[in-house]
């Protein structure tokens, strides 16, 4: 299929570029401003005069108009070019903050965490998008959204990960326009009476009643949690196991509203409403409450990023299908990525669930009729099961690039968790909304309470046991950006070749993957040639790593807590297999002298050479004197030391104009 001839298609694909080289290239939205303008001028021109509409020129520059138009979204998007915008006033020190709580997160084992917008920073009024971390504390009341808070306290930035290739939190908050946090008390802050109401507001207030209409039904807790997820896109209380269970099934998309879910529930609502077809204009009755059902049930899931995307996309999917042109459907698709990147947010571009939604749609509309050629059953039970099983591998082919990419996990089962669960899926939505209705209306009956805890019940059971087959998990998949590009172009080339086999098209398909085996063999000999020493920083332990090649070695003084730092580092370094040593007080690097004082506070007294010295376990010493005996070049103190201690040799080496490194404050130490 000729996708390119498509004019939207086109078109979304210039935005898309053109986004992508705004959010890089950081430009004054100014220039693209009046780039768009002049070009929009140009183009007005040369249609006026172009009767015929043959001119290759105007085409060329409503190329170039678009792609001004994603800079310029681009540019609007970012916090420098938004007047109002708290990054551009001075907010240093403690100030007086106006904050309206926007989102409740999940929380942590220490933490309850809320997103908040900025309505007033020193009573003037500000913009932009905080997170605000509150201790737990018995005093302290839960939030809600749309609840406003005043606070006098300083801001501070979101950490970057202090240990190489760890999950960098600070870069995803950035991507949500996040780039400040809070660090409160129940102490710290007042609460106002009688806040304004929004939209989201209403919205979690209805979700919050929902779910306490069925916390009165006689539901098990898990399946409540599993429940809650389903239909309202609330995981907070699905428990650490569970979750796991359904990531290692292949099956956590199913835990999160999101295309899958309004797909399935725009497939019932057409069924229920095809009667409508019958009256007069008919169809176009069912498509405006189709739409609205749609977004009705995006209003009950809280109407996040990821649901309003969903929605927006399954809207034009309707659109496409009222239309009833099949080959529409990429059109369609064009126009829902261009209309959400434009009018909602061109940030949502660079968010793993945009990218995972549309790679797996596109997948499915674009592979699952090349499985149908491929072999059509006549047994229509054999039939019904292929098409399960094509759609499911249309669409774990479309992520997989993305998830080793992300995630570098791949669970094999896949098809067996959707092909046991997706047809389900339908019955469990239909049921589950029945259930809501009648409970908001207080006649939810024992029976139905009954059945439906029992279906999500044996869903569980049934994820659980796929997740306990860990032989077909395949976990710790090395895989960079450069990897994923050539995957996806593979997998494109092999579409293109299966659509209109040809010599040509053999050639490239052939040329992408030795290009793909070119770039694995070459980053396998650029770690052959690495070595690479660095303190990781962990509280209360002491992690010295030396990468050599394929091969890592972890000095330790506790093994079992550096796991998950270690395995992120192996993976994203490509390395092969890793060696525990105990920590040793004393190292050679290359020609210098690594020096290692613990709580013994035991060193060498007599003249000699240290280029590196590194304070562990809090050792009780004169650190003046230390400089003053062994001279070091360097002093490095890891996570194992009290702060009190630290500061006090931050300020003996700022005085002795020594270079200092403290790893809980400037992450990882890498030795030149």
Request: glycine content about 6%; hydrophobic content about 45%; aromatic content about 12%.
């Amino acid at each position: 299929m000729r996708l390119l001839r498509f004019i939207p298609i086109k078109l979304t694909l210039v935005v898309i570029l053109g986004i992508v080289a705004g959010n890089y290239l950081n430009l004054d939205v100014r220039f693209p401003l009046f780039a768009c303008i002049i070009l929009l001028v140009l183009l007005g021109f040369l249609r006026f005069k172009d009767k015929k509409k043959e001119s290759l020129s105007f085409g060329y520059l409503a190329i170039l108009t678009t792609f001004c138009i994603g800079l310029f979204a681009a540019g609007l998007a970012q916090p420098k070019n938004q007047t109002n915008h708290y990054l551009n006033t001075d907010f240093s020190g403690n100030r007086i903050w106006h904050i309206k709580i926007s989102e409740a997160l999940k929380p942590s084992s220490f933490s309850e965490r809320y997103i908040g917008k900025v309505q007033a920073l020193d009573q003037n009024y500000a913009e932009g998008k905080v997170l605000l971390s509150f201790s737990n504390d018995s005093m302290l009341k839960k939030l809600q959204v749309d609840d406003e808070v005043v606070l006098f306290s300083s801001i501070g930035e979101v950490k970057a990960p202090l240990n190489p290739h760890q999950f960098n939190y600070k870069n995803y908050l950035k991507d949500l326009g996040i780039f400040h946090q809070f660090r409160l008390t129940s102490s710290q802050f007042i609460t106002l009476d009688s806040p304004s109401t929004t939209i989201y507001g209403i919205a979690a207030n209805a979700r919050t009643h929902i779910i306490s209409q069925l916390k009165k039904a006689d539901f098990g807790q898990e399946e409540l949690s599993i429940i809650q997820a389903l239909l309202l896109g609330q995981r907070n209380d699905i428990s650490e196991e569970t979750y796991t269970d359904y990531k290692n099934a292949g099956a956590v998309h199913i835990l999160a509203v999101s295309g899958l879910h309004i797909g399935i529930l725009l497939w019932i609502l057409l069924f229920l409403l095809k009667p409508l077809e019958r009256l007069p204009r008919g169809k176009t009755l069912k498509l405006v409450l189709t739409v609205l059902l749609l977004w009705g049930f995006a209003f009950l899931s809280g109407l996040s990023a990821s649901v309003v995307r969903s929605v927006t996309m399954f809207s034009f999917v309707a659109y496409s299908m009222y239309l009833n042109r099949p080959n529409n459907t990429f059109n369609i698709l064009a126009l829902s990525v261009f209309f959400i990147l434009l009018a909602i947010n061109p940030n949502l571009l660079f968010q793993v669930g945009f990218q995972m939604s549309y790679a797996a749609v596109l997948a499915i509309v674009w592979l699952y009729p090349l499985c149908q050629k491929l072999w059509f059953p006549k047994h229509k039970l054999v039939r019904k099961i292929w098409q399960l099983l094509s759609v499911s591998i249309a669409a774990q082919l479309g992520v997989l690039p993305i998830s080793l990419f992300y995630f570098h996990q791949f669970p094999g089962l896949f098809f067996i968790s959707n092909l046991l669960i997706v047809p389900a899926l339908g019955i469990i939505l239909g049921m589950g909304i029945l259930v809501i209705l009648l409970a908001l209306i207080g006649q939810l009956w024992g029976e139905l309470v009954i059945i439906y805890n029992a279906l999500i019940g044996w869903m569980n059971q049934i994820i659980h046991w796929v997740a306990q087959q860990e032989a077909f998990i395949f976990k710790n998949i090395s895989f960079d950006g450069v990897q994923m590009v050539l995957a996806y172009t593979i997998l494109f080339s092999c579409v293109i070749l299966l659509t209109r086999p040809n010599f040509k098209k053999v050639i490239a398909l052939a040329t992408f993957i030795v290009g793909f085996q070119l770039w694995t063999i070459y980053t396998d000999y650029e770690t052959a040639r690495k070595n690479i020493l660095f303190i990781g920083h962990q509280t209360k332990n002491t992690v010295v790593v030396h990468q050599n090649g394929h091969h890592t070695i972890a000095a330790t003084r506790d093994t079992l807590s550096v796991g998950n730092m270690l395995n992120d580092y192996s993976v994203a370094e490509q390395t092969t297999n890793t060696t525990y040593s105990t920590v040793k007080n004393s190292y050679k690097w290359g020609n210098k002298n690594v020096l290692i004082i613990d709580s013994l506070g035991v060193y060498p007294t007599r003249e000699t050479s240290v280029d590196y010295l590194i304070l562990t376990q809090s050792p009780k010493l004169n650190l003046e004197r230390v400089i003053s005996s062994i001279q070091p070049k360097n002093i490095i103190v890891d996570g194992s030391n009290y702060t009190s201690y630290v500061n006090r040799w931050k300020e003996t080496c700022l005085k002795q104009k020594l270079p200092f490194h403290a790893t809980g404050e400037k992450g990882a130490y890498y030795f030149d």
